[in-house]
């Protein structure tokens, strides 16, 4: 009997599934290791990526991009959403020629928690 009355309690001792946030964020740990979110966190192998939604392709003025993302900027390419999305499902597609190597994120619900988390500050 206290097996029975421990199966159904067992549900509500698992961990709940984790918020768009925490997947977001979850998701952004590898970056790390290139990128920062902290606006005053410079020197790092890539471009600082705080306040990125919003931003100007090629828009970290400490950073020395790639052509093809300084053609991006040139062309008044801006990072929206669906732009970031499009990037993170496969980057070199989108920039052919891209310095950063990141094969990209398949899963579209990953890909969306990410973009989320890079675009909401208070989600941090």
């Not at 828009?59 to 732009?83: E, I, N, Q």
């Amino acid at each position: 009997m206290k097996w029975y009355a421990f199966l159904l309690l067992l549900p509500m001792l698992a961990a709940a599934p984790a918020s768009a946030d925490e997947n977001g964020a979850r998701l952004f740990a590898p970056c790390r290791a290139c990128h920062s979110l902290d606006p005053t966190e410079r020197g790092l192998p890539g471009p600082n990526l705080a306040g990125v939604a919003g931003r100007v392709v090629a828009g970290d003025p400490a950073f020395d991009y790639s052509p093809v993302l300084r053609k991006a900027r040139d062309d008044g390419l801006r990072w929206d959403m669906p732009r970031l999305e499009a990037f993170l499902a496969d980057p070199a597609e989108m920039f052919p020629g891209l310095w950063m190597s990141m094969r990209g994120i398949e899963d579209a619900t990953e890909r969306t928690a990410l973009v989320r988390f890079l675009s909401d500050p208070a989600s941090r």
